[in-house]
């Protein structure tokens, strides 16, 4: 069992203060960029995931092209701010160390004539959005071992989420109603594991801002109705709009990436954000952001997008692929999006930080038994003791007193 000191785990605390270590962008960043005719608009919001069966990083994305690549339509009414034209795909790409990726020739979608290209399908009359592809083996049905949530909309009276199961995750049938839940363009599918639930977390509005709702299903075909899961408040700027959201877990929290939009500076960033069951998502204090756009002029130096999966597991740090634009939100149209990976190390990126002499207590947690270790960083030295639940005070022989002083990492 492994525990995170995060936020409101703390029972009592002298000196120590919350502590939250912003993502690290890769050195190979961006690692995928629209390179295709059909790219032309680049690529945004990745789905990846690590298939262990076949040793293989696979990514889902969204991109699109218009003119001479696709059928001319005119331009449609504004979706987000954005004038719509051409076509939007759902694309799929796989890679064996999830920095160089490979688009396979599916066959699927017919460009210009041919159908080699990495297409999985297009939009159904008129925009796609953000796409979630989950990986689940321990479906007893073998048609829907991979299981997806998207925006689309067909250009007349129906738009919103749907669902659509697969395989092999290159075959999709589309499930349920269309749309299976209400939303705007920005859906995210979590599988909850621990709890045996999927969970979507939908995009509304509140008073002309954006902001989420969630539902849930046991079974991926039935869905509770729509709730608020998270509103801008008063803490917030009046022109701060909640854009995208994504959920994982992490040692014994459930935390989450909130896509926040500051319309006044039109750029997007993205905030930590925790749950404690899945369901009951709150902000933390001090609202961190813990990935921020890059440079003016940078590939993201407009935006920071949400990915749309949890972070993967790479030795001992996690990649978490995220999507990037050098425009701003309401020029992002004109420039190409990309793909990059933004990392944390194992159990570092929420805890606790002393400023010299100070102490901290935990809530109370259940442990097996065996050795108990924390993991810090202690530049001076450090000690524990446990105490028991209750006002029993420290186990004897467990003292701070007793405990022989560690330093280091």
């Not at 589309?174 to 979590?190: A, I, K, Y």
């Not at 999927?198 to 954006?210: E, P």
């Not at 404690?276 to 921020?292: E, Q």
């Amino acid at each position: 069992m492994k525990l995170l000191f995060v936020p409101g785990e703390i029972t009592e605390r002298v000196n120590c203060f919350d502590r939250i270590e912003p993502l690290k962008k890769h050195s190979r960043n961006p690692v995928m960029v629209g390179e295709r005719p059909w790219e032309r608009m680049g690529v945004c919001y990745p789905s990846v995931i690590w298939c262990e069966q076949e040793r293989l990083f696979k990514m889902w994305y969204l991109t699109g092209a218009e003119g001479e690549i696709v059928k001319h339509r005119p331009v449609q009414p504004l979706i987000d701010n954005a004038e719509i034209s051409g076509r939007s795909f759902v694309c799929y790409a796989v890679s064996s160390d999830g920095l160089e990726w490979e688009r396979p020739n599916l066959g699927k979608i017919k460009i210009q004539g041919s159908g080699d290209n990495n297409i999985l399908f297009a939009d159904s009359g008129f925009f796609l959005g953000c796409v979630t592809v989950i990986q689940d083996v321990d479906d007893p049905d073998p048609g829907r071992r991979y299981k997806m949530l998207v925006y689309d909309h067909d250009g007349e009276s129906r738009d919103g989420a749907r669902t659509a199961v697969s395989p092999d995750g290159i075959d999709w049938r589309f499930v349920g109603e269309f749309p299976v839940l209400p939303s705007q363009d920005t859906p995210c599918l979590w599988h909850n594991q621990e709890e045996r639930e999927y969970v979507a977390f939908l995009k509304t509005r509140i008073d002309g801002r954006r902001a989420r709702l969630i539902s849930t299903s046991r079974d991926f075909a039935t869905w509770s109705s729509p709730q608020l899961c998270l509103a801008p408040d008063r803490g917030d700027s009046p022109t701060l709009h909640f854009y995208a959201q994504s959920a994982f877990r992490h040692r014994d929290q459930v935390l989450g990436f909130l896509n926040v939009y500051e319309m006044a500076t039109q750029q997007l960033a993205i905030e930590l954000i925790t749950s404690g069951t899945g369901t009951d998502w709150r902000r933390l204090p001090g609202r961190p952001i813990v990935l921020a756009p890059g440079d003016v002029g940078a590939w993201d130096g407009g935006m920071v997008l949400t990915g749309m999966n949890a972070p993967l597991k790479r030795a001992d740090s996690y990649w978490y692929y995220y999507g990037g634009n050098p425009g701003l939100h309401d020029d992002a149209s004109h420039a190409p999006a990309a793909v990059g990976i933004a990392t944390f190390t194992e159990g570092r990126l929420t805890g606790q930080q002393l400023v010299g002499a100070g102490w901290f207590a935990s809530k109370p947690f259940c442990c097996p038994g065996g050795c108990l270790t924390i993991d810090a960083v202690a530049r001076e030295p450090l000690t524990a003791e446990i105490y028991g639940a209750g006002y029993g005070g420290a186990f004897p022989g467990y003292e701070h007193g007793q405990c022989k002083p560690v330093t280091g990492d």
